[in-house]
């Protein structure tokens, strides 16, 4: 009952330019779901803190998408300075550049050479418009209006596909980038694990430090067959202008494993969704991240580990420190069906706050029907211990860094669980430079 | 070994109802001339009719909560909202109509007085008929009476408190409680008194399609302290019921106050309560909160921490059988530096039985040096019960120390085989198993409260082991 009507979605004129000359361009399925895609964000509400669960504590209010137009491509520097980073983390990765206006690949070779496709999504959905549609199946057309918006809108974008009983010998790094002032990308990575197949891929959104204010709305969908193995990094360094809104799903048939790790660091504004759809029995998931925010940053992650088969396992760990008047809102469903027998589900949040006006919203939510299970939450925040700084102090430790060493301790602890130790390695050294306190959101481009 | 879901064999043990005796009601339904008439006939102050009629406009312009359980079964036009029994206001259980007595004989009440009680306020539908205070209890100033006499022969403090801690458009049951108020106990408590022995009501819904709608409000001063503990037991009746209750607690400096609820209302009432407490400077508030009756419960006791160095505790225990949903839970506010809390929830679900737990904590920019505890934790019985946990933690001040575990489970295979390897029945050991679990509960109620629960939790365990 509630009074008056929610307002209509504000209008998208840049967009409905782009969407057109997307649809016009499209083939067959493709069209039909822009199409449809494109009248449902048409007529959906944005979401509201007053009026949606979900964004209740996430206020959008200020994020007016008819200012953002479609991202300009982004500059040699910035490429070289992503390839520097994948060096760092994974010197032997595939590199995908996922930006607009088309998908670069390089290194790919040993992968292909296997039989792995690495395309743009959009090559993949003209040469393999089953596999495709196969993977996108696993995401309503209109779940939520950036969900819409996401397929109307997506250009470029990723897709991986690994078949039957092939393991990928080396990782796949996809980059998310975008550039220019009110510039709008569509990440997408789409990847379909065959059964008894692997991969280790990962995720990295990032763009050059700066005030530019751009608009990320991202789509992870991964769908992985029986006993597939998939190793995924989820790296979120956006600039301190970019607003961020993705989905991570994955999907695990029997058996199917799934480690993820997510580094949050950037961003002015962060809604990302961490889901994991438990459909075979024996599928397993461990999920854990570390969220790092100051300034006036946003940061929110709401997880989903949907236990929809029997003898499931699911462990989620999520370490957040948040200073000056960063928020960081977590919260999370553990939700566990009928038939899903034997289930074990853990989920654990940890915040720590280390400035006055900084602040840790805690939501972990358990909705349980079925009765032979093990599932629980722990959730913690609170402040740096004064026994632990006293102890560092007294070894001759000055305050400051006693303050930093015991950050980096909380969050170790999480990074310890990063698949990939090169990835983990790069993520402690960009820790140590937000904890230093003189790291801007977004990477560090130097022309050369 | 499996475990399966029965159906209650044994009717419901308090589900007798006597012949309907009531001398004034209200006709069904809400209006403000029904408003009105429950003013009137009360013979109420100005200000409080214009309160009720104020509630009501709230009442009509908040949505119906959405959020928990399923309340689309309610249906408000064919409620009557005051029911008033025959016979005045009894002094002494001599003059109290045999019927009514017959109700309290089987309820055991007359005993529990003999023994130790120190004032019984039983409610009898809406009004209260039988009032007693223990003399000394007068003598040291304590008032406690029903929320109607507070309002007409206490009017200063009465009125200085009284929609203080829950404004009527808090939400829309508090509202409607606020316009159709009835009865209820009302506790002063004078400063540096310390009641020694619970104050105790019991509280029983006896006409079909009767709402409820008490208000209680207890205010202890500084440096005081009491125990009040509400009981409901409710017969059994065809068609839906709604309780929907407002309870106030205002504890001065260093006062302390307990206030004790086994709520087992029969399984057709609607069960909508608000509850909330201001605890001041080094006061201490505690809510001792057991729901195992009725249709739809859905009860957060809360406690707002204005005053530093102020304590509240909630431990609640939910038992939800078959087509029950207990959506119970707890509120902590810690708006002043130096507070702390501590929650404990545990819930048992059966058969089709949902319990959720739901809590919030909020600590605010100014509330340094704070400490919270919350602890739930859920068992389930068979395939087809359910069990939520919806905690919600906003933290806005860095000096604090928090920390929320929860876990659902079943009766382990292995506690069964402990128990039944040592010659125990099975249906034995999980009664067992199911009493050790709401042990925390059970060791904080008086005897026969305690007693009590257990005859009950021993019932509807019945057959629950295949």
Redesign the interface.
Known sequence: ??TGSPPATPAVPAFALSVEERIATAHGWLRDRRQAAWDAFSTMPMPSSQRD?DWRRTDIAKLRLSGFRPSDDIDEPLVNAIRQRRDQGAADAALMFDAAPVTRIEHSDELTAAGIVLSSLEEAARLHPELVERALGAVGVAESPFVALWNAMWSGGAFIYVPRSVHAAVPVWVAHSAAGHRGAAFPATVVLLEDNSSLTLVDDYLSAAGLNEMFSDALTIVVAGRDARLDHCVLQQWGEGVWHVALHRTMLAQNARLRMFGATLGSRLQKAYWEVMLDGPGAEANISGVVFGDGTQHLDHQSLQAHRAPQTTSRLKLKVAVRDHARSVYSGLIDVE?VA?QTDAYVQNR?L???????????????????????????????IDDDHRFYLMARGVTAEDADRLIVHGFLDDALADCPHPGVAALIGDLLERELEGNAQAGIAVVDA | MTVQAHELSKDYEYGFHDVDISVFRTEKGISPEVVAAISDHKSEPEWMLKFRLKAYEHYLKRPMPTWGADLSGIDFDNIYYYVKPAGEQSRSWDDVPASIKNTFDRLGIPEAERKFLAGVSAQYDSEVVYHNIREDLEKLGVIFCDCDTGLRDHPEIFRKYFGTVIPPNDNKFAALNSAVWSGGSFVYVPAGVKVEVPLQAYFRINSDNMGQFERTLIIAEEGSSVHYIEGCTAPNYSSDSLHSAVVELIAHKGAKIRYTTIQNWSDNVYNLVTKRAIAHENATVEWVDGNLGSKVTMKYPAIYLMGEGAHGEVLSAAFAGPGQHQDAGAKCIHVAAHTTSNIVSRSISKGTGRTSYRGHIKVYPKAHDVRINVRCDALLLDEESQSDTYPYMDVNSPDVTIGHEASVSKVGEDQIFYLTSRGIDENEATALIVNGFFEPFVKELPMEYAVELNRLLALSMEGSVG
């Open positions: 009952m509630i669960e009928r027998q915040n706050l280390l400035s006055h006006g900084a602040t840790a919203d805690s939501v972990p939510r358990l909705e349980i029907r079925a009765n032979d299970v093990r599932c629980g939450h722990g959730a913690t925040a609170g402040h």
